[in-house]
């Protein structure tokens, strides 16, 4: 009776909680307390996440009910990994790029193939890049405009959604693009897109739909919907904003298919280190 009694307060605890939107699809394991990207992936069933700097350097498989599957141990350093992506193929990329002093010298993103994927440790290559606008590591502090969390693949290159540390203007974010080929490049600035100025509002990760119809940007405070667009000038189309009623560190987004995305916060307070689910039209 008294473990009937437990469960019964845990599903009364969950229901009355307030995630406004946001459909509850599970309370995530306790090694993805942190989780900072998260991505569907091509060729395979399972739902791919990390976590972000100072954790182990594993991708993490789990089912849709949010359990752990399959853990890879990938050859590289977790530096500060902040998003995930994949390709047609089935391949995904890790970005280590997070960058919170504007300082770092060795931003990359980390190539884990898809025929890795079926092993315990996983062999990568690495995409080497730097900012075409920034001279000095680190800038002065109101040009700290050089962090970044969020990326996506699209059309056999990567784009990257910088991320402000700029006091007053932290909604402001840079689209920056570099091929998705080992090789080590200068990423070329794409477009901008200032959101508001709160903290709440800088964006943390960032996807675009299986028919690449949609692009979104996630912060605390909302998700922005891009359509549109033209080419990859995501930023120059149609805004659509959700506001979030429903407020935590959210971490990771990514399409589940052209109409539902699934969104992910960090464990914090007590509060969150969830996956959620949320449609749009």
Same mark, same amino acid.
């Given at each position: ?22 459909? *509850? ?20 069933? *399972? ?30 350093? =977790?530096?500060?990994?902040? /998003? ?15 960058? =919170? ?31 075409? =606008? ?23 290159? *990567? ?9 007053? !203007? ?40 299986? =028919? ?9 405070? !909302?998700?922005?919907?891009?359509? /549109?667009?033209?080419? /990859? ?25 052209? !109409? ?22």
């Amino acid at each position: 009776m008294r473990k009937i009694g437990i469960i019964f307060s845990l599903l009364l605890f969950i229901s009355c909680q307030n995630f406004g939107q946001l459909k *509850l699809i599970a309370d995530l394991p306790k090694d993805l307390e942190e989780v900072s990207g998260t991505e569907i992936v091509p060729k395979s069933d *399972l739902i791919w996440m990390v976590n972000d700097g100072g954790n182990k350097s594993i991708l993490y498989g789990l089912n849709h009910e949010g359990e752990i599957i399959k853990e890879i141990y990938v050859k590289a350093k =977790n530096h500060d990994w902040e /998003d995930l992506t994949s390709d047609e193929k089935g391949n995904i990329y890790i970005g280590d790029f997070g960058n =919170n002093y504007s300082k770092r010298k060795n931003l990359s993103i980390v190539i884990v193939e898809q025929n890795e994927l079926d092993e315990k440790n996983a062999e990568v290559a690495e995409i080497e890049f730097e900012y075409p =606008n920034q001279n000095k590591f680190p800038p002065k502090k109101k040009d700290r405009y050089f962090d970044a969390e969020s990326f996506f693949y699209f059309n056999s290159s *990567l784009y990257i959604f910088s991320k402000s540390r700029v006091k007053g !203007n932290y909604g402001k974010t840079t689209l920056y693009k570099i091929p998705a080929i080992k090789g080590t490049y200068t990423a070329e600035i794409i477009g901008e897109f200032e959101n508001c100025k709160d903290v709440k509002c800088w964006i943390t990760s960032a996807d675009i739909s299986p =028919n690449g119809k949609k692009v979104v940007l996630l912060s605390q405070k !909302n998700i922005l919907i891009f359509t /549109d667009f033209k080419g /990859d000038k995501f930023l120059s189309g149609k805004v659509t904003e959700i506001e979030l009623a429903h407020r935590s560190q959210k971490e990771s987004i990514t399409f589940k298919d052209n !109409n539902t995305l699934l969104i992910t916060d960090e464990k914090s307070g007590g509060t969150g280190g969830n996956l959620y689910e949320l449609k749009i039209k």
